[in-house]
């Protein structure tokens, strides 16, 4: 068993209570339409999680139950999040930008917190992916359940969108060669 510490537990409180909160403010725009994306993406994102969490994929150092509510809040506010920002044009950025900072959160509680510790045959480019489609598969239903009215689209032809795409993207690159490191340690 994980040994559990103090900032386990305020890590767990920290993330569910801005994600509760991004929830909130979202969900405003559009109970109806936003909650319809809400309900299938906690159901998703709790069967995605059971699902390798059983089969031994990866595991986290507070028990599954406790854990659970925050992952399924979390992953659910990064889609609402997703939709409701996601800029008209140059989208690819937006993308790589919004999954790259949040993949670099759980990296950092991955390797410095020790507040999840893949397992088997998972490992970092798998868990990567699974954020890449699951953030495009909610992008469509975005795009069929929430019309622009109930979005507001960050303008992506402003020069702090494409500051902050070249800061993640170096940012991405350093973090690629942090995990080779780590790969090659072992």
Not at 18 to 41: D, E, M, P, Q
Request: charged share 10%; hydrophobic share 55%.
């Amino acid at each position: 068993m994980l040994e559990q510490t103090g900032i386990h537990w305020v890590i767990l409180i920290i993330v569910f209570i801005f994600t509760a909160i991004g929830l909130l403010v979202i969900l405003r725009k559009n109970y109806v339409r936003y909650g319809i994306i809400t309900g299938i993406s906690i159901v998703l994102s709790i069967v995605l999680c059971m699902f390798f969490y059983k089969n031994g994929f990866y595991r986290f150092v507070l028990p599954l139950p406790v854990i659970l509510p925050t992952v399924a809040m979390s992953f659910t506010c990064l889609a609402l999040f997703s939709i409701y920002y996601k800029p008209k044009r140059h989208t690819f950025v937006f993308y790589f930008t919004i999954i790259n900072l949040v993949f670099a959160i759980e990296m950092v509680l991955r390797h410095f917190f020790h507040f999840i510790v893949f397992r088997g045959p998972w490992d970092t480019w798998d868990s990567y992916s699974l954020y890449w489609v699951y953030i495009r598969f909610f992008a469509f239903l975005g795009d069929w359940f929430v019309p622009s009215k109930y979005r507001n689209p960050i303008p992506s032809d402003t020069r702090a969108y494409w500051i902050s795409f070249i800061i993640v993207f170096i940012g991405t690159i350093m973090g690629f060669i942090f995990t080779l490191n780590q790969w090659h340690e072992r």
